[in-house]
């Protein structure tokens, strides 16, 4: 079995190991059977739910199995009383969750949580997140349940700010916690973007960050976490646009121009020329095929009167 | 051709395994019915861009992406997905450190990381999306895996299959002559069985299918112990893929002879078909009338006398 230490056993033990699991395989494949007669004859009832009961908790990546659950109750949804929903939806909370004690990196059990949680009448929110903080004590790294909680912050009234104090708790314990590291980097231009650009974090909130990341990798200047983050925030601050060159070129009727910043060829197209005060129709190319692109090119008329002239002004407006 | 459990539906990983598996098997994908595989692939397509793995429902995010992206390129027809929306997700899934996470907000994965580079590599915008600076920080990511082997995330440990995750993924890049090749073969050799061969995830684990697939591939990245060459995008041999080069050439004429044939009929202001049709009719009418009168012409002529 993937994962598992490999330990010596007698020829004895073999063999009654070996019996075991014939008579596990035998009810798990008399409960598949039982199970597939029920979904092909669309019958979604209790019974149904513990025959998959059975199925699942062997197997928790069943996803065909799951869907049989999903379908059952959507059903309970149009026949049964909010308070029966509720504590069919409480009772198949508690199942996954103990599937996940099983087996906490299962793509399908947290989607089906995740379904559970969209479809069930007064879902708990601030329950899951005891439920990822649980879970996040057994592994910091597991990354469904970052995922998983994440959804929860989505969908509930968490307010960024206190999941980044949440981050910083984690961090404080631990710097070498990347995904913490990962976490807040997603949290924080939401909770502090730069007024005059949503992309950039504010100033006071970087210098801050700076300074707990600069404390990370002092502390542990092996860890990679800080190293990643301090990169990343030093690409947050605020790089001010402007032409670093422009060169006309009047045998080829050309303007090349450089930018500080990268721009897109949409973003060119703002960018007027204007010659001894006129302006002239340009259409702006880039160097290659990227998309962004530091250079960009136009072409002049040839009889523009720039060219009869030894001195000429030329002005760029960018957006 | 007989058909499986009627309650199952298809599921994409299942799709993208199977046809590479009759690629590998050299089979010529002609009894596939192409088209309702990937009317299929393009019913699991979401709005994000994404891709679920079965009709029925399921979770969506990277992997399925890189799926839905190889059985296009194996059927050589990427008409049935939104390239555009695809592309979009897997931006937006790009992390902090420079890497893929599974999905937009999740934490960045060798693994991840490997289905959006092949992702962008099959449709052929790796570097037209990513720009320079993008693509440096997604190789130094990828590079910083390596501690003896690879890991899929800083601070894990080394595991077998990502020697082929990461390390294809450093391929695609173009940088895989960076990589520790010594230190990369110890790992992965570490991890394999004395006793009954196979690799494991670690050392002194159980050896399984997966991680044995990912160790030999991993191996055959660098060339090493005699191993076939491995296409890092579709994840199969390159003999398995110039057997599918092949299929596309021959599918590429048979195209082209069905359009001349085509071109012909509406060219000459009538079905050539409808001409044949015609002649055959009045040739039988011929020799049914021919039938009749002959032996007539007989009966009268030899009847007297």
Known sequence: MHGRLKVKTTAEQAEEKRKHREKKLKLFQGAKAAAFKKITAKEYDREGLHITQEILTANSDYYTIWNYRKNTFLHYKSTKSTEELLESFQAELSFIQNCLKNNPKSYSCWNHRCFVLLTMPEPDWKKELQLCNLFLQYDERNFHCWDYRRFVVQHSAVLPGDEINFTHKLIENNFSNYSSWHHRSKLLPIQCPDLNDPNRIGEKMLLEELELVQNAFFTDPNDQSAWFYHRWLLGRGETKQSITCLHVSKPDSRLTCTLRKRVSLAQCSSMKVYVNGQQQNVTWTGVDDQKYQHACIASLLKSNSLWDTTRCQLSLHPR | ?305
Not at chain 2, 138 to 159: A, V
């Open chain 2, 1 to 305: 051709m007989e058909t499986t459990n009627n309650y199952d539906c298809s599921h994409i990983a299942m799709t993208y395994t199977g046809l590479a598996s009759l690629l590998i098997l050299g089979d010529d994908l002609r009894r596939v019915n192409k088209h309702a595989c990937l009317e299929g692939i393009k019913a699991l397509q979401l709005p994000d861009g994404s891709f679920k793995s079965s009709y029925d429902g399921s979770e969506n995010d990277m992997r399925f992406i890189y799926c839905a992206c190889c059985v296009c390129t194996m059927l050589d027809d990427f008409s049935a997905i939104n390239q555009a929306t695809a592309t979009n997700f897997i931006m937006k899934s790009l992390c902090h450190d420079g890497a893929f996470g599974q999905g937009p907000g999740h934490e960045s994965h060798g693994g991840s990381t490997y289905c959006a580079c092949a992702s962008l590599q099959l449709m052929g915008r790796l570097t037209t999306t990513l720009s320079p600076k993008q693509l440096k920080r997604l190789e130094y990511w990828c590079i910083s895996r390596q501690r003896n082997g690879f890991n899929g995330r800083p601070h894990k440990d080394d595991d077998t299959c990502y020697s082929f995750w990461v390390g294809a993924s450093l391929k695609i890049l173009g940088i895989f002559d960076l990589v520790d090749f010594k230190e990369n073969e110890n790992f992965v050799l570490s991890t394999q069985d004395i006793i009954v061969g196979g690799f494991a995830k670690w050392p002194q684990i159980n050896p399984d299918a997966l991680h044995s697939y990912m160790g030999v591939c991993g191996l055959a990245l660098m060339s090493l112990h005699s191993l076939q060459p491995v296409d890092p995008t579709l994840n199969i041999s390159e003999r398995a893929r110039l057997h599918m080069q092949t299929l596309h050439e021959q599918w590429a004429v048979a195209r082209k002879h069905k359009e001349a044939v085509s071109r012909v009929r509406t060219k000459s202001g009538g079905s050539t078909l409808d001409r044949t049709h015609a002649g055959t009719v009045a040739l039988a009418f011929a020799i049914g009338l021919g039938s009749v009168i002959i032996p007539w012409v007989f009966k009268a002529y030899f009847s007297k006398s």
